[in-house]
C-alpha cells in the first residue's frame, strides 16, 4: 500500500464555505430550518412515485422529456428553453459551470442563498458579494455598479433566501437594461409560489435574452426529498447548459411526482395559504413584542438579529423547534406549523426576559 502523499484537491475547491446544517434539527418536534414544506406530498403525487418506483430498473429519460413538455406548455415556450434537472441547486451549477470559470466573476447580493458562493467557486470563479440595503433587499444599483469586464454571470433572488425580499418588475427591467449583454443574469426564483406579487421572470425572456429563470420544485411542491427543478431561457443558453449537464441528471421518481403535483392545484392553494397565514401570524407577533421583520414572499420570516441570532436559535431549539442561523445577522423561521410558530415567540419572550439587548436591532 502506497504511504505516500494524498491526492490534492484544488485549491479553489479547499477553500470553499461549507453549507451549513440545522444545528438539533433532527432531534426537535419541529423544522423550522430547511424552508421544507409542512405539507406530505398528496396522494396523486405518492400514487405516481409508487409507479415509478416500480420500473427503477429502467434509465429515466435522457432529458426529463415528459416534464420538459409539461413545463413548455404550461409556460408557453419552447421545449427546447427548458432544462430540468436534479433541483435549481444543480442547475445554477451547471450554469455556472457553462459560463464562468477561472479569472471570471460571478456578482450576487448578500446575504442571500448561502450556496452561491460555493456554486461560483467550484465553477473556479470569482464570488463578489454586494450587501444588501438596509431593508434587506437587493441593492441592483451596487449590484451594477460591481460588474466588471470580468463579470460573466449574476445572481438575482426573488423573494430573496433568508430575507423574504423581492425585486420589483420595473427595477429588474431596469436593471436588466443596464446589464451586459454578454453577462448571464441567472433569476433564482424557487420561492416565487408563495408570493402575493410574484416576478414573471419568464415572462421578460424574450426581451432579455442573456436571462435565465430558475425555479423548483422541493419548496411549494413539497418534493425537498427527490431534487426536481428546471431552467428556462433562450434556446441557445439552454443547449449550451444541457452540453454541459450529465446524462439523465433527473431520475424518474422524482420526474413522475413533479409531472403528478402540477396536475394537483388544490394542494398548492392549501401549502401557499398555510404559509401566507404563518408569515402574517409571525411577524405580527414578533411586531407585537417590538422585533421588526421585512416582509416576506418566501416560506419563511427573517428576523434580523445582528447580537442575538445564536441566543435566539438556542432558545428555539429548547422549546423544540430547529431555526436556521445566522450568526451576527439573523434567524429565518420557516412558517406552517402553527405550535413551531408558538415555539418561536416563546423563544422571543424568553430571550427579552433574560437578555432584552439580545433583540435590538
Given at each position: 500500500?502506497?504511504?505516500?502523499?494524498?491526492?490534492?484537491?484544488?485549491?479553489?475547491?479547499?477553500?470553499?464555505?461549507?453549507?451549513?446544517?440545522?444545528?438539533?434539527?433532527?432531534?426537535?418536534?419541529?423544522?423550522?430550518?430547511?424552508?421544507?414544506?409542512?405539507?406530505?406530498?398528496?396522494?396523486?403525487?405518492?400514487?405516481?412515485?409508487?409507479?415509478?418506483?416500480?420500473?427503477?430498473?429502467?434509465?429515466?429519460?435522457?432529458?426529463?422529456?415528459?416534464?420538459?413538455?409539461?413545463?413548455?406548455?404550461?409556460?408557453?415556450?419552447?421545449?427546447?428553453?427548458?432544462?430540468?434537472?436534479?433541483?435549481?441547486?444543480?442547475?445554477?451549477?451547471?450554469?455556472?459551470?457553462?459560463?464562468?470559470?477561472?479569472?471570471?466573476?460571478?456578482?450576487?447580493?448578500?446575504?442571500?442563498?448561502?450556496?452561491?458562493?460555493?456554486?461560483?467557486?467550484?465553477?473556479?470563479?470569482?464570488?463578489?458579494?454586494?450587501?444588501?440595503?438596509?431593508?434587506?433587499?437587493?441593492?441592483?444599483?451596487?449590484?451594477?455598479?460591481?460588474?466588471?469586464?470580468?463579470?460573466?454571470?449574476?445572481?438575482?433572488?426573488?423573494?430573496?433566501?433568508?430575507?423574504?425580499?423581492?425585486?420589483?418588475?420595473?427595477?429588474?427591467?431596469?436593471?436588466?437594461?443596464?446589464?451586459?449583454?454578454?453577462?448571464?443574469?441567472?433569476?433564482?426564483?424557487?420561492?416565487?409560489?408563495?408570493?402575493?406579487?410574484?416576478?414573471?421572470?419568464?415572462?421578460?425572456?424574450?426581451?432579455?435574452?442573456?436571462?435565465?429563470?430558475?425555479?423548483?420544485?422541493?419548496?411549494?411542491?413539497?418534493?425537498?426529498?427527490?431534487?426536481?427543478?428546471?431552467?428556462?431561457?433562450?434556446?441557445?443558453?439552454?443547449?449550451?447548459?444541457?452540453?454541459?449537464?450529465?446524462?439523465?441528471?433527473?431520475?424518474?421518481?422524482?420526474?413522475?411526482?413533479?409531472?403528478?403535483?402540477?396536475?394537483?392545484?388544490?394542494?398548492?392553494?392549501?401549502?401557499?395559504?398555510?404559509?401566507?397565514?404563518?408569515?402574517?401570524?409571525?411577524?405580527?407577533?414578533l411586531a407585537e413584542r417590538g422585533v421588526h421583520?421585512?416582509?416576506?414572499?418566501?416560506?419563511?420570516?427573517?428576523?434580523?438579529?445582528?447580537?442575538?441570532?445564536?441566543?435566539?436559535?438556542?432558545?428555539?431549539?429548547?422549546?423544540?423547534?430547529?431555526?436556521?442561523?445566522?450568526?451576527?445577522?439573523?434567524?429565518?423561521?420557516?412558517?406552517?406549523?402553527?405550535?413551531?410558530?408558538?415555539?418561536?415567540?416563546?423563544?422571543?419572550?424568553?430571550?427579552?426576559?433574560?437578555?432584552?439587548?439580545?433583540?435590538?436591532?
Open positions: 500500500m502506497n504511504a505516500g502523499n494524498s491526492p490534492i484537491p484544488r485549491q479553489a475547491i479547499v477553500v470553499l464555505p461549507q453549507y451549513s446544517s440545522a444545528a438539533g434539527a433532527s432531534q426537535v418536534t419541529w423544522r423550522a430550518s430547511s424552508n421544507e414544506s409542512v405539507v406530505a406530498p398528496s396522494p396523486g403525487v405518492l400514487d405516481a412515485i409508487a409507479r415509478a418506483g416500480a420500473t427503477a430498473h429502467l434509465y429515466p429519460s435522457l432529458l426529463g422529456d415528459g416534464l420538459v413538455a409539461d413545463i413548455a406548455a404550461r409556460l408557453h415556450v419552447t421545449r427546447r428553453q427548458v432544462v430540468v434537472g436534479a433541483g435549481s441547486l444543480a442547475l445554477l451549477q451547471q450554469a455556472l459551470s457553462t459560463y464562468t470559470g477561472h479569472g471570471t466573476e460571478v456578482v450576487f447580493g448578500w446575504r442571500s442563498y448561502e450556496a452561491y458562493p460555493i456554486l461560483a467557486g467550484v465553477a473556479g470563479a470569482i464570488a463578489v458579494p454586494v450587501p444588501l440595503d438596509t431593508d434587506g433587499a437587493h441593492d441592483l444599483d451596487a449590484m451594477l455598479a460591481a460588474v466588471t469586464p470580468s463579470t460573466r454571470a449574476v445572481i438575482v433572488c426573488s423573494p430573496n433566501n433568508p430575507t423574504g425580499t423581492e425585486v420589483g418588475r420595473d427595477s429588474l427591467e431596469a436593471f436588466l437594461d443596464l446589464v451586459p449583454s454578454t453577462v448571464l443574469v441567472l433569476m433564482d426564483e424557487a420561492y416565487q409560489e408563495f408570493s402575493a406579487r410574484p416576478l414573471d421572470g419568464v415572462a421578460l425572456l424574450d426581451a432579455y435574452p442573456n436571462l435565465a429563470v430558475f425555479r423548483t420544485f422541493s419548496k411549494a411542491y413539497g418534493l425537498a426529498g427527490l431534487r426536481a427543478g428546471y431552467m428556462v431561457t433562450s434556446e441557445q443558453i439552454a443547449d449550451s447548459v444541457r452540453a454541459a449537464s450529465p446524462p439523465f441528471g433527473l431520475n424518474a421518481v422524482a420526474e413522475a411526482a413533479a409531472q403528478a403535483a402540477w396536475m394537483d392545484p388544490s394542494y398548492i392553494a392549501r401549502v401557499v395559504q398555510l404559509v401566507a397565514e404563518g408569515r402574517d401570524r409571525l411577524r405580527a407577533g421583520t421585512p416582509a416576506s414572499g418566501g416560506n419563511f420570516v427573517w428576523i434580523p438579529l445582528p447580537d442575538g441570532a445564536r441566543e435566539l436559535g438556542t432558545g428555539c431549539l429548547a422549546r423544540g423547534v430547529s431555526v436556521r442561523i445566522f450568526d451576527g445577522e439573523g434567524v429565518r423561521v420557516t412558517v406552517g406549523e402553527r405550535a413551531a410558530e408558538d415555539a418561536v415567540l416563546a423563544a422571543v419572550d424568553d430571550l427579552a426576559a433574560t437578555a432584552p439587548a439580545r433583540l435590538r436591532m
